[in-house]
Each structure stands twice: as structure tokens, then as C-alpha cells.
């Protein structure tokens, strides 16, 4: 086999806590709950001939994110030491969510290239490829928990923080809903910029475990949607993220276009939303909403719940 495609969706976080002190990145992670999404990411890893190694991001939009590159050549040099690689690779990452807005672009493409990678050369299982991810995600800062999460699966609580399969721990149910993305194309903000600070880290913390600890008591299946609904609300208030003027903007803008079937919340850490439907039995249409958001010069994707 000398080529293999591998697409992971992207992850969205509406409420967390940080647990980034450990030394080791395994240990590393955070709490929280959030969805995971059918868009993602499509990385392609072939085998050359000869060197030098070929590492190409290409953005949503169809331009290079020649900023990625660096991203992929950490995965590319650490699964060549761990699993005694030699051969020169090329690696075609497409994005298909815009980064940097909270849908989990960097743990989708770290995930898909390192299972890409383990099975371009039959190397690792399954959880040794998403534990390499998760260390390179830490290692830039990327995200915390957004690997775990994509390892548990649709909607999921994370209620261990750290790597899959260990020590990190989390569960996850099927949604397959339709779902709105939205953000604002001006408002990126890279993660690190909260959770490397520590008055966020603080204020963040304290609301993300005070919502695990009453979401953990709860059994984890779609019977949680409402209460879950409403943590994710009461988590950005509590956090201090929704008085970012910014945020508090795009929401009311989205509310204000949005009907009684519709539920708006931030995702985390992105100047970025998600709509879902309140009630999962009811028929849930984006296609309306998703063209008045665009004609308020916002970006838009629809997309379908895991």
C-alpha cells in the first residue's frame, strides 16, 4: 500500500475545564462535554521515492495554510521515532472547517494523518495513533480535550482528563442531527490564548468542573439533551466567555435570526456557534437560517452531528 486516505470530523466543546499542569502529555487534557461533527478533516499520506518530505494544508477556501505545515512535520518526525520509520512521505491535509474557531482543526488533522500514517506503514493500533495525536495537540497548545473526545464518539462528557485510551477517560452517544456552524470570519482566536492564561484558566476551571460534576450524575444518553442544553449556557456565562463583546455580538445576531426550534451556543474557544435543534424529534431545517446568516457576511457551514 503506498497510499491511504483517512477523514476524522471536527469537535466541538461547549463547556471545559483545564487540566494542563501534569508534565507528562498523557496527562494532560481537560473535562468537559461537547459534539462531534461529520466535517473535519481529509489527510492523505503517500510513500516517495525519495526525499525530501512534501507537507501541504490546504484551508477550507482552497488557499495553502502554509502556517499548518509545522503541525504535520511534529506527527511526521515523532511517528518516525516511535515506530522506527525511514521512508520519505508526503502528507495532503484538507481542511474543511476554517481553523482556530473552535471546531477542533488541529486534533481532526492530527488524528487523521496519524491514523493515516499507522496504516500506510502497519504500525500502532489504534489507541498508541490517537495518544501520539493527542502529545503533538498538547505540545503546540492546539486543544485539550478535543482528541478524547473525538475518541468517544457523537455526543460525549469527558470525565478524566488526559490521552485516549488512558488515562483519559469519556463516553459518547450517537445525535446524526443537522447542525449550523457559525463564526465570525475577524473573531480567530487560537486556543492557547485562554488556557494559557491563568485568570482564564481559573474562572474557566471552576464552571467546567462545576458542570461535569452535575452532568456526571446523569445517565449519558439522548435523555440528557436538555439538561446538557442548558449547562453549555450556563458554563459561558459563568466562565466570563460570553462577556467577550465579540461573542455576546455574534449570539445575539445569530438568536435574533434564529425560531423556537433552534438552539444557539458557543463553542469553545472560537468567536464561533453551533445551532442545533431543541427538540431531536422534530424536523430540524437549516437551510433558511443558514442563508440569512450568510447574507450578514458571517461564515457558514451545515454539517450533521455524529
Known amino acids: 500500500m503506498s497510499e491511504v486516505t483517512v477523514q476524522v470530523g471536527g469537535h466541538v466543546t461547549l463547556l471545559f475545564s483545564v487540566h494542563s499542569k501534569s508534565l507528562l502529555a498523557r496527562n494532560q487534557g481537560s473535562k468537559g462535554a461537547g459534539f462531534c461533527l461529520e466535517d473535519g478533516v481529509l489527510s492523505t499520506v503517500k510513500i516517495l521515492n525519495k526525499g525530501p518530505d512534501k507537507i501541504t494544508v490546504t484551508s477550507m477556501d482552497g488557499s495553502l495554510f502554509e502556517k499548518g505545515e509545522q503541525l504535520y512535520l511534529e506527527m511526521l518526525n515523532s511517528f518516525r521515532e516511535v515506530f522506527k520509520i525511514e521512508s520519505a512521505v508526503s502528507i495532503d491535509v484538507q481542511l474543511e472547517l476554517p481553523v482556530s474557531q473552535g471546531f477542533g482543526m488541529s486534533a481532526a ?7 493515516a500514517l ?4 502497519d504500525r500502532g493500533d489504534e489507541g498508541q495513533l490517537a495518544r501520539l495525536a493527542h502529545r503533538i495537540e498538547r505540545k503546540f497548545s492546539g ?3 478535543d482528541i478524547l473526545g473525538l475518541w468517544a464518539g457523537g455526543c460525549e462528557l469527558r470525565v478524566n482528563p488526559g490521552s485516549p485510551p488512558s488515562p483519559g477517560k469519556a463516553y459518547g452517544f450517537d445525535v446524526g442531527c443537522p447542525a449550523i456552524l457559525v463564526w465570525d470570519p475577524e473573531g480567530e482566536k487560537h486556543t492557547s490564548d485562554y488556557i494559557d492564561d491563568p485568570d482564564w484558566k ?3 476551571t471552576k464552571a467546567g468542573e462545576a458542570a461535569v460534576a452535575r452532568l456526571e450524575r446523569l445517565d449519558w444518553n439522548l435523555g440528557v439533551w436538555d439538561k446538557l442544553l442548558e449547562e453549555a ?9 460570553l462577556d467577550e463583546r465579540a461573542r ?3 449570539l445575539n ?7 423556537e426550534t433552534m438552539s444557539c451556543h458557543l463553542c469553545m474557544l472560537g468567536t464561533s456557534l453551533i445551532v442545533v435543534p431543541r ?3 422534530l424536523d430540524f431545517d437549516t437551510s433558511e437560517l443558514a442563508q440569512k446568516l450568510r447574507a450578514l457576511g458571517l461564515g457558514v457551514r451545515e454539517t450533521i452531528l455524529q
Open 233 to 241: 449556557d450556563r458554563f459561558a456565562l459563568e466562565s466570563g466567555l
Open 202 to 204: 481559573m474562572k474557566i
Open 279 to 281: 427538540n431531536l424529534q
Open 109 to 115: 488533522g492530527l488524528l487523521a494523518t496519524s491514523l
Open 248 to 250: 455576546a455580538n455574534l
Open 253 to 259: 445576531a445569530v438568536v435574533e435570526h434564529s425560531d
Open 118 to 121: 499507522g496504516e500506510l506503514f
Open 143 to 145: 486543544g485539550l480535550g
